[in-house]
């Protein structure tokens, strides 16, 4: 089982719909769930956080996290083909360590005008 | 305020060459971290700092060291490189050391080793 495990893309969807993009990790200790987007040659740009349990909205962006189900889940309202972008989940507190954060391999998000 | 900067954005080398890599942490930020990603992969953690001293280390092999200066500013050094240690090589900081600070990326350096 992979460590932190994204669901496979390419995601397409059209202007105006729920992007969902899904997560889950292996690590029961984990502690703090991050995503993050990243456009085609470019580093990775911090969109959402969430360390508790529940929902988390920013925005257009909902972060949910159920640590007793080890998953964790992104949700983007009114899609804009700006969002078209690899959205990578990242965790952290890993094997105990508080400084080794696990990324996902990314799911590929495709928004069509 | 300026984000976290990297320097060179590009670099080419050959295999058993030396490489390093640098960082400037956002202002304030006094923790810096080193990622390697592979193209169709995340982020890979590398190391690491805190105040200078080591407080995290990934399953890289010892050629690949790191340290933090004073100002907070880091180096990642690799030594004996190969080609699979072509990769975009990220630093990322954040303000202080535990699980619950976010990290923020640069732009990264772009390694190719022939």
């Known amino acids: 089982q992979k460590e932190v495990e994204q669901n496979s893309g390419p995601l397409s969807v059209p202007e105006g719909a729920i992007a969902s993009l899904n997560c889950t990790y292996s690590?029961?200790?984990?502690?703090?769930f991050f995503w993050y987007r990243q456009y085609s040659g470019k580093s990775p740009e911090l969109i959402m956080f969430?360390?508790?349990?529940g929902d988390k909205e920013d925005g257009r962006f909902t972060a949910q996290l159920n640590k007793a189900s080890q998953y964790v889940s992104l949700l983007i309202r009114d899609s804009q083909p700006s969002d078209s972008a690899t959205y990578l989940c990242a965790v952290n507190g890993f094997t105990g360590s508080r400084n080794d954060m696990r990324f996902g391999a990314g799911t590929r998000l495709t928004v069509k005008p | 305020d300026a984000g976290v900067t990297q320097s060179p954005t590009h670099l080419i080398k050959t295999r058993g060459q030396h490489v390093t890599l640098r960082c400037s942490p956002i202002?304030?930020?006094?923790?810096v971290s080193w990622y390697q990603q592979v193209l169709g992969q995340g982020p890979q953690f590398i190391f690491q700092y805190y105040e200078k001293e080591e407080r995290g280390r990934g399953n890289f092999p010892d050629r690949f060291s790191a340290r933090q200066f004073p100002n907070y500013s880091s180096e990642l050094n690799v030594n004996a490189l190969l080609l699979g240690d072509s990769a975009l090589y990220l630093c990322?900081?954040?303000?202080?050391?535990?699980?619950?600070?976010?990290?923020?990326f640069g732009p990264g350096t772009r390694l190719t080793v022939l």
């Open positions: 690590d029961r200790g984990s502690q703090s």
């Open positions: 969430i360390y508790s349990n």
């Open positions: 202002s304030g930020h006094k923790s």
């Open positions: 990322a900081s954040s303000q202080l050391d535990g699980t619950y600070n976010e990290q923020f």
